[in-house]
């Protein structure tokens, strides 16, 4: 399918932004189950977060893998799979008691089901079908829609968990992953045929081998890298054990899932801010700055009494960076090597993102159980979000061309 028409281009859009809505709302809401499934497990917090940081890093090994069929084969038979392994592997976890069963099911399957229909495949998608003004918004506006997926799932979740109990909430999860079946049929067909445009490559027939080596030759590239690690970390963290946190401070369930749904309400602002900002800024500029304000929100939190206030607070100046990262991280790849693998390339680094998830969720839960709270995590996540503030300023990018000179 092409974008001839705007019409033909908000449908492409809209339908990409629904799929990651379900689909990071299936992900991101995992922390609301940690304290039901020790509940009914006696796994022990350690164990089951290591169940959840292995759901963190397949989430992102899978993304390159898929984005690679994707690229040769088209989006839809990907996302369609990604359905089936999201709502099995959700469907099976109620009756899993063992770490192995939840490796299985939350670490392994509905992880890569949830890759599946993730960020590399739908932004690679409708970056191959847009012209080049308008990518950097689309990215916006569906990483948005993941963030409104948050929003929206995260206190409807802890809701259902409260009324209905944890077991009738993930398979609710379960059911609704599927309706991205039918939202990938404006996705469907394989890419049109483009040359690769980048100051790494450029040869329009140019394998996909040579172009990851390539890639990952290109200093640039792996500074995107190391930055995109920090976020992972950061986010997986907060993603698991924030409801651990506010139980920690003695407040209520409800304030943990409202926190959450705020991180995805202000991200939206914050994921449409940066879209618009890419087409006149450096990328790279609003990276090192996302990453910057990141240790400063924190820093301000653990100097801030605990109430359920603060924590509203700290997740509505958070939100507003959560998955900023992601439009010029996904802008820049595109930039540096053009759009025909961006679903690979891009998956790549989000690869490196879920390397920083996995040990952001697991070492939050060794944490708890080795010093009682997260103090540490705190520390660690400062000193990561500065180191990845510095990083992304050696990295070689254009100055933006305005659409109008563009056109």
Known sequence: MTTNTPRAAWTLILAASAILMITM????????????????TGLGVASI???????????????????????????????????????????????VSTQWGLLVTLGILSASGAGAGSFSILIGATAQRLPAERRAFASGFIN????????VFAPLV????????????????????????????????????????????????????????????????????????????HIAFLVTHLPGEVALCGLPAGVSATALGLIGLFNIAGSLAAGALAQRYRMKWLLAFTYGSRAVI??????????????????AALG?????????????????????????????????HQIGGFFG???????????????????????????????NLPIREAKPVPAAVAA
């Open 144 to 151: 948005a829609g993941g963030s409104f997926g948050q929003f």
């Open 298 to 315: 924190i820093a301000a939190y653990l100097l801030a009494p605990k109430s359920g206030w603060t924590f509203y607070v700290f997740a």
């Open 361 to 391: 969720a697991w070492l939050g839960g060794l944490a708890f159980v080795k010093f009682g709270d997260y103090s540490w995590m705190w520390y660690a996540d400062i000193a990561l979000a500065l180191a990845a503030a510095f990083v």
């Open 158 to 233: 802890q809701f259902l968990i409260a009324t209905t109990g944890w077991i009738t909430a993930m398979l609710a999860l379960a059911a609704t992953s599927l309706f991205t079946i039918p939202l990938a049929w404006p996705l469907r067909g394989k890419p049109p045929a483009q040359s690769v445009v980048g100051h790494g490559a450029l040869s329009s027939d140019l394998t996909l081998g040579r172009q990851v080596r390539d890639a990952m030759r290109d200093r640039s590239y792996l500074c995107l890298h190391a930055g995109f690690f920090t976020c992972g970390f």
């Open 49 to 95: 977060s290591f169940a959840m940081a292995v759901g963190q890093f397949m989430w992102g090994a899978s993304q390159p893998v898929f984005g690679a069929v994707a690229d040769k084969y088209g989006s839809m038979p990907v996302i369609v799979l990604g359905a089936v392994l999201l709502a099995g592997g959700l469907a099976a976890t109620p009756f």
């Open 320 to 352: 507003f960076t959560w998955l900023a990262t992601v439009p010029p991280t996904a802008g820049l790849v595109g930039k540096l090597f053009g759009m025909r693998y961006l679903a690979t390339l891009f998956g790549l680094t989000l690869l490196s």
């Open 25 to 40: 709302a299936a992900r991101l809401t995992t922390g609301l189950f940690l304290s039901p499934l020790n509940t009914a």
